[in-house]
């Protein structure tokens, strides 16, 4: 990663400080060296839940040399005049926008003063948490995009995460928590991405966070397969499943079948049979000729089948299918196949142990 044993003997001489007693979780720890790195600066950028991840940054001391500009547009006119209008504001693509703006921003403004000394981030989330108007799903999604030497190539890690805390309270301090872990991450375990990965959740107890989607991009990370980083959230006990195309490319589910009625088939499929295609194509057949589907009010989730209390350890997973792939723990002897029937794509849900 960027820092190295002589760098950071250097910082702790130089500043000669020490953090207080009451910041000793290892997030603040981790917000406090990158504080005291003098060429990580960048811009936060966060929509729901507070600014959370910038605080810690302020709280454990030094946020100076680290923090170009905080901003949190939570007003949807103001959001859409910064970022552009969106069709959801919790999504990755509102996620890709904030990074855009505001890494482009930095370069524009502070590239000819610092850029040849300084790495420049730009940190993005966009959140729906826990509201006292009801009980709705409470999740977002979050990024970082960033250089490992001035004037670099850029990288980013985008992840979207579910809070599972019962409190407002409880799930602002656990995204404030996970955004630290991944900034320090992606400047310090660039090189071992699995155990940045593993370490997105230090300092919070299980429960508290799922992350169903993670993924790597730029040149640091060309030997990065997303699909196994997918595979590590699982065996890490991070979420239950992920989901990703035959092509490769990560997927969060909640996205990819956003409204989109679901025909799902029960099996063991071990091996996939021409009955089995044949109860799908009939039931397929069926389900296309009701009046529902096809519509936006009818929406089948795919969650449902995997919020059993499966294992996540010890797993390697079978494909059967083109088209997309999902990972899922070993659930004893069924599987789940799925189509879309408004599209041209369907894949077997299958894992199967290898301990």
């Not at 060296?33 to 003098?38: G, I």
């Not at 004037?151 to 995460?161: K, P, Y």
């Not at 300092?203 to 590590?232: C, H, K, N, Y």
Request: glycine share 8%; hydrophobic share 45%; proline share 4%.
């Amino acid at each position: 990663g960027i820092g190295d044993v002589a760098l950071e003997q250097r910082i702790w001489k130089d500043y000669n400080v020490r953090m207080p007693l009451e910041y000793e979780l290892q997030a603040n720890k981790k917000a406090f060296e990158v504080n005291m790195d003098p060429r990580i600066y960048g811009a936060f950028a966060e929509i729901g839940a507070g600014q959370e991840v910038a605080r810690r940054f302020f709280m454990v001391g030094g946020a100076a040399n680290t923090v170009a500009k905080t901003i949190s547009a939570y007003d949807m006119t103001f959001s859409d005049a910064i970022y552009g209008a969106c069709g959801r504001y919790v999504s990755r693509a509102r996620l890709d926008s904030m990074l855009t703006h505001e890494y482009g921003l930095l370069i524009e403004r502070l590239d000819a003063k610092v850029g040849g000394v300084r790495t420049f981030f730009a940190f993005a989330d966009t959140v729906a948490a826990r509201s006292f108007r009801g009980h709705a799903e409470s999740h977002g999604w979050m990024g970082i995009r960033f250089q490992t030497a001035p004037r670099g190539e850029l990288n980013e890690i985008i992840i979207h995460i579910r809070m599972l805390d019962p409190s407002n309270l409880q799930q602002q301090e656990a995204l404030g928590i996970v955004g630290v872990n991944l900034i320090y991450g992606a400047f310090f375990l660039m090189k071992n991405p699995e155990a940045l990965v593993g370490s997105l959740v230090d300092d919070l107890g299980a429960g508290r966070i799922e992350i169903d989607m993670i993924r790597f991009s730029g040149p640091d990370f060309a030997d990065v397969d997303d699909r196994i980083m997918a595979l590590q959230l699982v065996t890490h006990n991070l979420t239950k499943a992920a989901l990703f195309r035959a092509d490769g490319e990560i997927m969060n589910a909640g996205d990819a079948l956003y409204k989109k009625p679901l025909l799902v088939e029960r099996g063991s499929f071990r091996p996939v049979t021409l009955v089995a295609d044949d109860m799908l194509n009939c039931a397929r057949a069926m389900f296309m000729r009701e009046e529902a589907v096809g519509t936006p009010s009818r929406r089948f989730s795919w969650r449902s089948p995997c919020r059993i209390s499966w294992r996540a350890e010890n797993l390697i997973c079978e494909t059967f299918w083109t088209g997309w792939t999902c990972l899922a723990p070993w659930g004893g002897r069924s599987s789940f196949r799925t189509m879309a029937p408004t599209t041209a794509w369907s894949v077997i849900w299958h894992a199967i142990p290898i301990g």
